[in-house]
């Protein structure tokens, strides 16, 4: 399919939605923050590295490094064609992964779009409608880059799931590696700091060293000024991202989110471009409230905290090396920058966002200088 195909189809897609609707976290660390915990746990690195890189602990022949590849700290569908290709016994290919998740017949889905199967548990106060003993939902997500984020971002996952990088590594190890040992609190520790060790740049790195951001690029071409112009607090990407990683919402997001939120719902679910199986929840409003009735294939944050104001509300990524981290979003839909900007201009027009092709050249020129 041609990108002027896919194109028009996502834009037919978000607009068909749009037609049917009737259209918080803390800060980076400080300075010594980040940096003194590297430097606490700087002998443990080169057993992290060799955890991180090497150990499967009895499991499926995965690695950390299977998934959360050196170069950009995950992995995307031409990597993983290629791979199989080459290999279609390599680790990456188990059939927990698989499009049915138990045979390992048929890998299309993680061939296509690079996702893994997630399995989170139901609040509480939600049931599926059609499936009431359920007590957990598998969804398709994409892998978050372990570059940056552990040393710069303490919300870790997609829908901020993971308290700590400990139990990240725990959790990926028993589940996705299908562990057979349980890692010891120390294994766990070192490949805890290996990934403090983990950077896009230099940048970056030195950002996690001192405590000192560094300076968003004006732009050298008068189309990348011009996309910087967007990302300033007034500007219509910058009251979203803002931040030192321009993943925290300004004061003034037109999406209402309270200021130096880290959770915000771009309406990737709402239009679900990859037709991801749909679920139906019935949610118990708190105390006595009417049970209401919500349908999204991934409701995000809502399955951590049971909050309606959470549903379909996702992490912020960080925007720094945001060209080497395709697919974006946290199902993989956008294959590229284009994309998500298509999808922007679409999704959220009715809120005030206004895209011309002009500005969104503008503002992917200005977004690959990050």
């Keep these: 399919m041609s990108r002027s195909s896919t194109k028009r189809i996502r834009q037919a897609a978000v ?147 993971a308290p700590s990088l400990t139990v990240q590594a725990h959790d990926a190890i028993m589940g996705h590696a299908q562990a057979t040992r349980v890692p010891t609190a120390q294994e766990l520790a070192s490949i805890a700091s290996f990934e403090q060790t983990l950077f896009s740049s230099q940048a970056m790195k030195d950002y996690a060293r001192t405590g000192v951001a560094p300076a968003l690029p004006e732009g050298n071409t008068e189309s990348e000024k011009r996309g910087r112009a967007f990302f300033r607090p007034e500007g219509a990407c910058g009251q979203c991202h803002a931040g030192p990683l321009l993943n925290e919402t300004g004061p003034r997001n037109i999406l209402g989110q309270p200021r130096g939120s880290r959770f915000s719902n771009a309406f990737v679910s709402e239009i679900n471009f990859l037709a991801n199986p749909v679920y139906i929840l019935v949610v118990q409003r708190p105390p006595l409230g009417l049970p209401e009735v919500r349908l999204s294939p991934d409701p995000g944050r809502f399955l951590i905290t049971g909050r309606l104001e959470d549903f379909n509300h996702f992490k912020m990524s960080s925007l720094w090396n945001i060209k080497n981290t395709a697919p974006y979003f946290h199902d993989n839909s956008a294959e590229t920058l284009e994309d998500v900007l298509t999808h922007y201009t679409f999704a959220l027009a009715p809120s005030g966002i206004l895209l011309s092709p002009r500005d969104s050249q503008d503002i992917i020129a200005w977004l690959k200088l990050l």
């Design 15 to 161: 607009a068909a939605v749009l037609l049917a609707a009737g259209c918080g976290a803390p800060s980076p660390a400080g300075a010594g923050g980040v940096g003194e915990v590297a430097e606490a746990h700087q002998s443990l690195d080169a057993t992290g590295e060799s955890l991180f890189r090497q150990e499967t602990f009895g499991g499926n022949g995965r690695t950390c490094e299977t998934c959360h590849g050196m170069a950009t700290g995950t992995v995307n569908p031409a990597e993983l064609q290629a791979l199989y290709q080459r290999n279609p016994n390599a680790p990456m290919f188990r059939a927990i992964d698989s499009d049915d998740g138990t045979t390992g017949s048929s890998y299309r889905r993680l061939l296509e779009h690079a996702t893994v199967l997630v399995s989170i548990p139901l609040p509480s106060n939600t049931r599926l409608l059609l499936d009431p003993g359920a007590t957990q939902l598998t969804l398709r997500r994409g892998i978050p880059s372990t570059l940056d984020t552990p040393a710069l971002d303490p919300v870790l996952m997609q829908d901020g799931r």
